[in-house]
RNA sequence: AGGCACGUAGCUCAGGGGGAGAGCACUACCCUGACACGGUAGGGGUCAAGAGUUCAAAUCUCUUCGUGCCUACCA
């Protein structure tokens, strides 16, 4: 009679792809003309086009896609803005190594012909992340795709910097900088990692001129000695008192510098005298500037010493270190070597040690822009959730420097300013000028410099949705609901966003900002290649579908803490996915078409009342936990509820009446269990999208998709508080007997008789309704209810509430072992009466804790009392035969 | 050096002032007509240690010890 057999496993493959197709094709994940007030729309922590599906994507994505597919079954308009980061340096590497492999360079293929093959690069492998996502079932809206390096948002990057540079937040200057010698390029701040690494601190004689004596100082870097214009110290330190002004000579090339002082210098460091070094060192360079020290680079580009650096000229800077303490060696010019810890800056894309360098290079000055971004999330305008990231993010606003936004590379938005060849001047402009506004000059060049990267991603909310033009996205979807991403870029990207966003929208790009954590290996370890513990997600998906790997993440996704993901969870979840599929296969063998119910004629049993509720209540929960990004909470939920409310006991209960005689009745609860399975497929269908839809496009009276069915409601007249109760009731009695059954180690084809002594009239009546449910569920023979009935001799015993079980066990009960079982459930209640006792006990308790509070113990200390004596009761009975 | 988290069952973690929870693992009994990727039942915790606040602390405060992470120009 079943509507259609299904397999007994549920097998994703078969599933995933054939409905990603079809939401695809029939465009169901499409936002709608914008229509005003009603809409929510999240962009997207746009890929690297370079990158591969990590986990770090998985999880946030599929929390964006829970949302994305919640929200929309809401009826909201939804956008989910897809698109890419052309990713500036980490895309040229990629396409180097290419060039490499075939034997050649960009420097020989030209800067035009690299940026065709840049291009071809993308076009060929840049989709690839984009179909990983889809893989993971992520609903975009994929006709609004976009990149970083498109015709639009190139637009909105010349727009942004040319009013930045007309407002003056933009300038140009030499500054010592972040340089990798191997990306060959200047790097922000931020983009430089500190990595502890194990290194030495070399103490050096830097004689007086006069010959006699000399001042020893610390440093961890001999070889930029080579530039230094001066030493320091501290003008309170008594070591060095009236020695500045001296002069020491620059071992090994022999030039006279100063001696200064200057209260930079720790004088718990070290010797207290600091070698300064201008040109390379960051610190140095600002005492420079004050003292008005000569800068002399002697390393260049490359890490290669210049000709400043004499006879080191040419040699790799690493190189120069060790020749050139050989030669303090001999000179006799070194105190002492000691092993020393400490940070290194390293590039974040290649990992080569940073060479500080001065160079000319185009800054924001961020100041202005962060004091507004701080106050936006002052005022509550943005909320960041968890909300202990809101400290982070001031901090970092409130001690920001300006932030160096060109880059020696050519891969990326070429800065927007030109020079003129015959006056010099500089123009900044939208469009490329055709001659000199100052000297009409017409051989501009371009400034050969592109942008950092996050320059354009500081955009991405409003560039995206059409800026600079006016566009009905933009009224819209701006500002956007929700930025979901990690931590590791709240500065790099969330920060700058609020900045822009402000500035040139007037308002923030989003309302909140969820950040979750990161996921690490089982042993909490962080994911990494040279590790080898990644995960590959698609791999995950392959073997245990994407459903469940969804699942797994959200189900793990607890605020403000690190998700270690281990395969054993995923198989947990696996299984769920497959008990949803058992339940549907269940469902279906008992259908016959759609049920066919009047509503006039339709009954529904306690099971039905009670299901419906539970539905109701569990929704809600859902929806809260949702709306509150506790995604593990709604995941939790909903699986307690399907898994040990649904299938466990309702769809156990349904079976009689499905295969009963009553043909009301039949119908009634078909149609009950019918509606509820739907309602728990789409509270499901946000994080588990595929097996969902698959079942519910087989269920009958289904003809549109689940994606856009409405997602359940909470309703108050579907809350039966009787329903609750006397549910609550047959469960705690079916439990007492099965409880007995195992714990007395009864199979289960052996049905017991069972005797149940009750307290009230009404219980007895719920109980003898539902008593076909207790014989099955149970696994009862005769089930006797009665008052004031006495212990049947050979009976084993449970309480629930205030009523009595005896499970009947003539020739089965020994008799011991039903005094310890029983002694163990006195102790057990006994433990619980005292502490209830000792409370009613405290006159502080009664004084001043809440009313409510104290009536409660002492409704528990009651019920616990006459449960106990009727436990100690029992357990008298055996002593007396015993006897 | 500062900052932020976190120490709860064997493991992985929820919870967050009024009687300790889940999943996995474990034990026992079951292939009962959706599901062995399953069912029923069971064992297991001084909620890191110490002090304080409170009628009441796993939960709030402080200290200590451990573990992660982030930021930082100490050469």
Same mark, same amino acid.
């Given at each position: 009679?079943?509507?259609?057999?299904?397999?007994?496993?549920?097998?994703?493959?078969?599933?995933?792809?054939?409905?990603?197709?079809?939401?695809?094709?029939?465009?169901?994940? =499409?936002?709608?003309?914008?229509?005003?007030?009603?809409?929510?729309? !999240?962009?997207?922590?746009?890929?690297?086009?370079?990158?591969?599906?990590?986990?770090?994507?998985?999880?946030?994505?599929?929390?964006?896609?829970?949302?994305?597919?919640?929200?929309?079954?809401?009826?909201?308009?939804?956008?989910?803005?897809?698109?890419?980061?052309?990713?500036?340096?980490?895309?040229?590497?990629?396409?180097?190594?290419?060039?490499?492999?075939?034997?050649?360079?960009?420097?020989?293929?030209?800067?035009?012909?690299?940026?065709?093959?840049?291009?071809?690069?993308?076009?060929?492998?840049?989709?690839? /992340?984009?179909?990983?996502?889809?893989?993971?079932?992520?609903?975009?809206?994929?006709?609004?795709?976009?990149?970083?390096?498109?015709?639009?948002?190139?637009?909105?990057?010349?727009?942004?910097?040319?009013?930045?540079?007309?407002?003056?937040?933009?300038?140009?200057?030499?500054?010592?900088?972040?340089?990798?010698?191997?990306?060959?390029?200047?790097? +922000?701040?931020?983009?430089?990692?500190?990595?502890?690494?194990?290194?030495?601190?070399?103490?050096?004689?830097?004689? %007086?001129?006069?010959?006699?004596?000399?001042?020893?100082?610390?440093?961890?870097?001999?070889?930029?000695?080579?530039?230094?214009?001066?030493?320091?110290?501290?003008?309170?330190?008594?070591?060095?008192?009236?020695? $500045?002004?001296?002069?020491? /000579?620059?071992?090994?090339?022999?030039?006279?510098?100063?001696?200064?002082?200057?209260?930079?210098?720790?004088?718990?460091?070290?010797?207290?005298?600091?070698?300064?070094?201008? +040109?390379?060192?960051?610190?140095?360079?600002?005492?420079?500037?004050?003292?008005?020290?000569?800068?002399?680079?002697?390393?260049?580009?490359?890490?290669?010493?210049?000709? *400043? $650096?004499?006879?080191?000229?040419?040699?790799?800077?690493?190189?120069?270190?060790?020749?050139?303490?050989?030669?303090?060696? *001999? +000179?006799?010019?070194?105190?002492?070597?000691?092993?020393?810890?400490?940070?290194?800056?390293?590039?974040?894309?290649?990992?080569?040690?940073?060479?500080?360098? /001065?160079?000319?290079?185009?800054?924001?000055?961020? $100041?202005?822009?962060?004091?507004?971004?701080?106050?936006?999330?002052?005022?509550?305008?943005?909320?960041?959730?968890?909300?202990?990231?809101?400290?982070?993010?001031?901090?970092?606003?409130?001690? /920001?420097?300006?932030?160096?936004?060109?880059?020696?590379?050519?891969?990326?938005?070429?800065?927007?300013?030109?020079?003129?060849?015959?006056?010099?001047?500089?123009?900044?402009?939208?469009?490329?000028?055709?001659?000199?506004?100052?000297?009409?000059?017409?051989?501009?060049?371009?400034?050969?410099?592109?942008?950092?990267?996050?320059?354009?991603?500081?955009?991405?909310?409003?560039?995206?949705?059409?800026?600079?033009?006016?566009?009905?996205?933009?009224?819209?979807?701006?500002?956007?609901?929700?930025?979901?991403?990690?931590?590791?870029?709240?500065?790099?990207?969330?920060?700058?966003?609020?900045?822009?966003?402000?500035?040139?929208?007037?308002?923030?790009? %989003? =309302?909140?900002?969820?950040?979750?954590?990161?996921?690490?290996?089982?042993?909490?370890?962080?994911?990494?290649?040279?590790?080898?513990?990644?995960?590959?997600?698609?791999?995950?998906?392959?073997?245990?579908?994407?459903?469940?790997?969804?699942?797994?993440?959200?189900?793990?996704?607890?605020?403000?803490?690190?998700?270690?993901?281990?395969?054993?969870?995923?198989?947990?979840?696996?299984?769920?996915?497959?008990?949803?599929?058992? +339940?549907?296969?269940?469902?279906?063998?008992?259908?016959?078409?759609?049920?066919?119910?009047?509503?006039?004629?339709?009954?529904?049993?306690?099971?039905?009342?009670?299901?419906?509720?539970?539905?109701? *209540?569990?929704?809600?929960?859902?929806?809260?936990?949702?709306?509150?990004?506790?995604?593990?909470?709604?995941?939790?939920?909903?699986? *307690?509820?399907?898994?040990?409310?649904?299938?466990?006991?309702?769809?156990?209960?349904?079976?009689?009446?499905?295969?009963?005689?009553?043909?009301?009745?039949?119908?009634?609860?078909?149609?009950?269990?019918? @509606?509820?399975?739907? $309602?728990?497929?789409?509270?499901?269908?946000?994080?588990?999208?595929?097996?969902?839809?698959?079942?519910?496009?087989?269920?009958?009276?289904?003809?549109?998709?689940?994606?856009?069915?409405?997602?359940?409601?909470?309703?108050?007249?579907?809350?039966? @508080?009787?329903?609750?109760?006397?549910?609550?009731?047959?469960?705690?009695?079916?439990?007492?007997?099965?409880?007995?059954?195992?714990?007395?180690?009864?199979?289960?084809?052996?049905?017991?008789?069972?005797?149940?002594?009750?307290?009230?009239?009404?219980?007895?009546?719920?109980?003898?309704?539902?008593?076909?449910?207790?014989?099955?569920?149970? =696994?009862?023979?005769?089930?006797?209810?009665?008052?004031?009935?006495?212990?049947?001799?050979?009976?084993?015993?449970?309480? %629930?509430?205030?009523?009595? !079980?005896?499970?009947?066990?003539?020739?089965?009960?020994?008799?011991?072992?039903?005094?310890?079982?029983?002694?163990?459930?006195?102790?057990?209640?006994?433990?619980?009466?005292?502490?209830?006792?000792?409370?009613?006990?405290?006159?502080?308790?009664?004084?001043?804790?809440?009313?409510?509070?104290?009536?409660?113990?002492?409704?528990?200390?009651?019920?616990?009392?006459?449960?106990?004596?009727?436990?100690?009761?029992?357990?008298?009975?055996?002593?007396?035969?015993?006897?």
């Amino acid at each position: 009679m079943g509507t259609e057999i299904i397999g007994k496993a549920y097998e994703p493959r078969d599933t995933e792809d054939k409905w990603y197709q079809y939401w695809e094709k029939n465009g169901l994940f =499409k936002a709608r003309e914008g229509d005003g007030n009603d809409s929510f729309c !999240i962009v997207i922590p746009p890929p690297n086009v370079t990158g591969t599906l990590h986990i770090g994507h998985a999880l946030d994505n599929t929390l964006q896609d829970i949302l994305i597919r919640y929200k929309r079954m809401q009826g909201i308009n939804t956008l989910w803005q897809p698109g890419t980061d052309h990713a500036g340096i980490a895309t040229q590497n990629v396409v180097e190594r290419d060039l490499a492999d075939k034997g050649t360079n960009r420097h020989a293929v030209g800067r035009e012909k690299f940026i065709d093959l840049v291009w071809e690069w993308r076009k060929k492998y840049g989709g690839l /992340i984009l179909n990983q996502l889809r893989r993971l079932g992520c609903s975009c809206d994929w006709s609004r795709e976009r990149f970083t390096m498109d015709e639009g948002l190139s637009r909105a990057v010349r727009e942004v910097f040319v009013t930045l540079y007309e407002e003056g937040l933009i300038y140009r200057g030499d500054y010592i900088i972040n340089w990798c010698p191997r990306c060959h390029t200047a790097l +922000a701040d931020l983009e430089v990692e500190h990595r502890e690494v194990e290194g030495h601190l070399y103490h050096l004689r830097y004689l %007086f001129e006069s010959g006699k004596g000399h001042v020893t100082i610390a440093t961890t870097r001999p070889e930029t000695l080579l530039g230094d214009t001066a030493v320091a110290v501290n003008p309170e330190d008594e070591r060095y008192k009236g020695l $500045a002004g001296r002069r020491l /000579i620059l071992p090994v090339l022999h030039r006279p510098i100063p001696l200064i002082s200057d209260d930079y210098v720790d004088t718990t460091f070290g010797t207290g005298a600091l070698k300064i070094t201008p +040109a390379h060192d960051p610190n140095d360079f600002e005492i420079g500037k004050t003292h008005e020290l000569e800068i002399i680079n002697v390393i260049d580009e490359n890490g290669i010493m210049t000709e *400043q $650096a004499g006879p080191y000229q040419g040699m790799d800077r690493f190189e120069c270190r060790r020749k050139i303490l050989d030669d303090l060696q *001999q +000179a006799d010019l070194v105190e002492k070597i000691e092993t020393y810890q400490h940070a290194v800056g390293h590039c974040y894309r290649c990992k080569t040690v940073i060479e500080p360098l /001065i160079s000319k290079q185009w800054f924001v000055k961020v $100041a202005p822009l962060a004091e507004k971004a701080s106050q936006a999330v002052k005022d509550g305008r943005t909320k960041i959730f968890p909300s202990n990231w809101e400290s982070v993010y001031f901090d970092w606003m409130s001690n /920001i420097k300006d932030w160096c936004v060109s880059r020696q590379i050519w891969w990326g938005h070429r800065i927007p300013a030109w020079y003129c060849q015959d006056c010099q001047e500089v123009i900044v402009a939208r469009e490329t000028p055709q001659s000199c506004g100052s000297c009409s000059g017409t051989r501009m060049v371009q400034e050969t410099d592109v942008l950092d990267t996050w320059f354009s991603s500081a955009l991405w909310p409003f560039s995206t949705l059409g800026w600079p033009e006016e566009t009905k996205e933009l009224t819209t979807f701006y500002p956007t609901s929700v930025l979901v991403t990690g931590f590791d870029i709240l500065f790099f990207w969330v920060a700058r966003m609020m900045m822009m966003g402000l500035h040139f929208m007037g308002d923030v790009p %989003f =309302k909140e900002v969820y950040i979750h954590a990161l996921v690490r290996d089982g042993e909490g370890k962080k994911m990494s290649k040279s590790k080898g513990n990644v995960i590959d997600p698609l791999e995950i998906m392959d073997r245990f579908g994407t459903d469940a790997f969804r699942f797994t993440l959200a189900a793990l996704a607890a605020q403000g803490r690190d998700i270690k993901l281990s395969e054993e969870r995923i198989v947990g979840y696996r299984n769920f996915v497959n008990k949803i599929w058992n +339940a549907a296969r269940l469902i279906l063998m008992n259908l016959d078409g759609e049920p066919e119910t009047d509503d006039d004629k339709r009954v529904y049993t306690l099971a039905d009342k009670w299901i419906v509720t539970r539905l109701s *209540q569990v929704s809600e929960e859902a929806a809260q936990a949702l709306d509150a990004y506790q995604f593990n909470e709604a995941a939790g939920t909903c699986y *307690q509820f399907v898994w040990h409310e649904f299938c466990d006991w309702y769809l156990e209960m349904v079976k009689l009446s499905l295969y009963g005689e009553d043909e009301i009745l039949r119908e009634s609860s078909r149609a009950t269990m019918l @509606e509820t399975f739907k $309602a728990a497929l789409k509270l499901l269908h946000p994080f588990m999208p595929f097996v969902t839809e698959e079942i519910w496009q087989k269920l009958p009276g289904t003809d549109q998709s689940i994606m856009i069915s409405p997602f359940p409601k909470a309703s108050d007249t579907q809350t039966d @508080e009787a329903a609750l109760a006397d549910m609550e009731l047959l469960i705690g009695i079916i439990t007492g007997i099965r409880n007995i059954r195992g714990e007395m180690n009864i199979g289960p084809g052996k049905k017991v008789d069972v005797l149940v002594d009750v307290s009230s009239e009404k219980e007895a009546a719920v109980l003898l309704d539902n008593m076909d449910h207790i014989k099955t569920l149970a =696994k009862a023979g005769e089930v006797t209810l009665a008052s004031g009935a006495e212990k049947p001799k050979a009976s084993a015993t449970a309480v %629930f509430g205030q009523n009595q !079980i005896h499970v009947l066990l003539k020739g089965l009960l020994d008799f011991e072992e039903e005094k310890k079982r029983l002694s163990k459930k006195i102790k057990k209640i006994e433990k619980e009466v005292g502490i209830s006792r000792n409370k009613l006990a405290n006159k502080g308790f009664l004084k001043k804790a809440p009313p409510e509070v104290v009536e409660e113990v002492r409704g528990k200390a009651e019920a616990l009392s006459l449960k106990l004596e009727k436990l100690e009761k029992n357990l008298q009975f055996f002593e007396v035969i015993n006897d």
